[in-house]
C-alpha cells in the first residue's frame, strides 16, 4: 500500500492526465519497475514493480508517476501532442 505522498503522486498524475494509474506487482520484470503510458490502446497508465524490490516501491512508485508528469509537461511544451 502506497504512503500518503505516493498517493498523493498518483492522484495529481490522474488529475494532470485525466487517466488512471494502476501499480501491479510484476514477477517477471527483469528491471525494478516499469512505466506504461495510457494511450488508445490503453486506458489507464500501468506501473509495474518487481517484487524483489518491493521494500523500494513507494520510491519506484513516486518515480514513475513524476515521469509520467514529466512526459505531460513536455507535451504541453511541446504542444504536439505526442
Known amino acids: 500500500m502506497p504512503v500518503p505522498d505516493v498517493e498523493k503522486m498518483l492522484a495529481l498524475v490522474r488529475e494532470r492526465t485525466s487517466f488512471p494509474v494502476s501499480v501491479i506487482s510484476d514477477p517477471k520484470?527483469?528491471?525494478?519497475?516499469?512505466?506504461?503510458?495510457?494511450?488508445?490502446?490503453?486506458?489507464?497508465?500501468?506501473?509495474?514493480?518487481?517484487?524483489?524490490h518491493e521494500r523500494h516501491s513507494n520510491y519506484l512508485v513516486a518515480l514513475q508517476c513524476a515521469m509520467?508528469?514529466?512526459?505531460?509537461?513536455?507535451?504541453?511544451?511541446?504542444?504536439?501532442?505526442?
Open 29 to 52: 520484470l527483469t528491471t525494478h519497475s516499469a512505466m506504461f503510458s495510457a494511450s488508445k490502446d490503453l486506458p489507464g497508465h500501468v506501473v509495474k514493480v518487481n517484487p524483489k
Open 68 to 82: 509520467l508528469l514529466e512526459c505531460v509537461g513536455y507535451r504541453c511544451m511541446n504542444g504536439n501532442g505526442e
